[in-house]
């Protein structure tokens, strides 16, 4: 259990990454994914990257720039613009049905306007889940130079698509429904100068 602990990526660029394990038993047609970092890169990094043998970003979620995230599934992605933010953690879910092709993003709580994205898609399930790196194949391949440094904590993923209020209740740290990847019961390997500390502040 991880609750009020936080992964701190020390060094940048980094080797570093923390690898997490789900047990999948059929392929995704609606996901959730929620994390919350703290950061003062300015430099492309990656937070989450779920890679299958057939497609390195099945499911990736990166920061090119301080007002940009994208939100990859299948190997496509959209682009959410976000304000440059002022030194604090952030909140983001992405969220993504394949029946409609619709992706979320919410920051910090608050939705911004749904995107379309990889319609009648269906995610992989053998999976590397990475977490501080991008994969460029299969459980590896990383550009230190999209590598995180800084805080990480909160991270969950759903096979749903999670309500509007679930959204919001995993931005306030509230009771959440069980989850393929849930910070209070992660499964996970630290690989390379990773630590696990106590959250400064809630």
Same mark, same amino acid.
């Given at each position: 259990?991880?609750?009020?602990?936080?992964?701190?990526?020390?060094?940048?660029?980094s080797?570093?990454?923390?690898?997490?394990g789900?047990?999948?038993?059929?392929?995704?047609?609606?996901?959730?994914?929620?994390?919350?970092?703290?950061?003062?890169?300015?430099?492309?990094?990656?937070?989450?990257?779920?890679?299958?043998?057939?497609?390195?970003?099945?499911?990736?979620?990166?920061?090119?720039?301080?007002?940009?995230?994208?939100?990859?599934?299948?190997?496509?992605?959209?682009?959410?613009?976000?304000?440059?933010?002022?030194?604090?953690?952030?909140?983001?879910?992405?969220?993504?049905?394949?029946a409609?092709?619709? *992706?979320?993003?919410? +920051?910090?709580?608050? $939705?911004?306007?749904?995107?379309?994205?990889?319609?009648? !898609?269906? @995610?992989?399930?053998?999976?590397?889940?990475?977490?501080?790196?991008?994969?460029?194949?299969?459980?590896?391949?990383?550009?230190?130079?999209?590598?995180?440094?800084?805080?990480?904590?909160?991270?969950?993923?759903?096979?749903?698509?999670?309500?509007?209020?679930?959204?919001?209740? *995993?931005?306030?740290? +509230?009771r959440?429904? $069980?989850?393929?990847?849930?910070?209070?019961?992660?499964? !996970?390997? @630290?690989?390379?100068?990773?630590?696990?500390?106590?959250?400064?502040?809630?």
């Amino acid at each position: 259990d991880l609750y009020r602990k936080v992964f701190v990526f020390r060094k940048d660029p980094s080797d570093a990454f923390v690898l997490l394990g789900a047990r999948l038993e059929q392929p995704l047609h609606n996901l959730t994914l929620c994390l919350r970092s703290y950061t003062d890169l300015l430099r492309p990094h990656s937070l989450f990257s779920y890679a299958t043998k057939a497609q390195d970003n099945e499911i990736l979620l990166f920061k090119p720039k301080p007002t940009e995230y994208r939100f990859y599934v299948g190997g496509k992605f959209v682009t959410f613009r976000v304000p440059e933010g002022r030194g604090d953690w952030e909140h983001v879910c992405a969220g993504w049905e394949s029946a409609t092709g619709v *992706a979320e993003f919410w +920051l910090n709580g608050k $939705p911004w306007p749904r995107k379309g994205l990889q319609k009648g !898609y269906a @995610v992989g399930v053998e999976a590397a889940i990475v977490l501080g790196q991008e994969q460029d194949t299969y459980g590896g391949g990383f550009d230190f130079y999209n590598s995180f440094s800084g805080e990480l904590t909160d991270v969950y993923l759903w096979d749903s698509a999670l309500s509007p209020d679930k959204m919001r209740a *995993a931005y306030l740290s +509230l009771r959440l429904p $069980p989850a393929l990847l849930a910070w209070r019961s992660l499964s !996970y390997q @630290v690989k390379g100068d990773v630590v696990v500390k106590t959250r400064l502040r809630e």
